[in-house]
């Protein structure tokens, strides 16, 4: 539900979302360059709207298949190992109806992820540091509040081992603050 509303006036002003609908978005919208949403620039190929899950829900189903495939609490070595593959493993992507990697739709501060871990083979506990710094890795910590669940404090601790290759600062306390509300 967050995506389907969200998305479609992801990066827009206020002023020019009420411009563009007539107020504010109280219900799902389509795409804000409607049938041109393949060659509109600067976002073609991508389009929000009509209900299409944006990176934050890719990253989500991602973090999903780790602990299906793993079975058990993950720390930063199991995004690594587990999570950075199936960003490169091509899969349904809606937005673009068509198999991709998931690497060509995730936003800048995601695909970080893959360039310090696949291709800079940095140590996945440090390799946060110097990635753009916002609120990324908390949007897919809700996972991690659903195998904690009860248990806000593990969510927390997890989340931020988890959030270690992603983010820093900030952008990881936050992760693990919502990790822990959902697990509350």
């Known amino acids: 539900v967050g995506d389907a509303l969200g998305g479609p006036v992801e990066g827009w002003t206020p002023e020019q979302i009420a411009e563009r609908h007539g107020g504010r978005v109280t219900g799902i919208v389509g795409p804000w360059h ?4 393949r060659t509109a620039r600067p976002i073609a190929p991508y389009h929000k709207g009509d209900g299409h899950v944006t990176d ?7 973090l999903i298949r780790v602990y299906d495939r793993v079975r058990d609490h993950l720390d930063a070595y ?12 091509p899969r349904w992507i809606p937005e ?3 198999e991709a990697l998931p690497l060509q739709r995730i936003f800048l501060a995601e695909k970080w992820l893959v360039a310090r871990l696949h291709y800079g083979h940095v140590d996945p506990r440090e390799a946060g ?3 753009i710094v916002n609120c990324g890795a908390a949007m897919y910590m ?4 659903l195998v904690n669940a009860g248990h806000p404090a593990a969510a ?8 270690a290759p992603h983010q820093s600062s900030y952008g990881r306390e936050a992760a693990g603050v919502f990790a822990a509300a959902v697990a509350a």
């Open 34 to 37: 409607g049938e041109d949403w």
């Open 56 to 62: 934050d829900t890719l990253m989500t189903h991602a």
């Open 78 to 89: 199991a995004v690594a190992d587990h999570l950075v593959p199936d960003l490169l493993s």
């Open 96 to 98: 673009l109806e068509a």
């Open 129 to 131: 540091a110097g990635n």
């Open 142 to 145: 809700a996972p991690v509040g």
């Open 156 to 163: 927390y601790a997890e989340a931020l081992e988890i959030a």
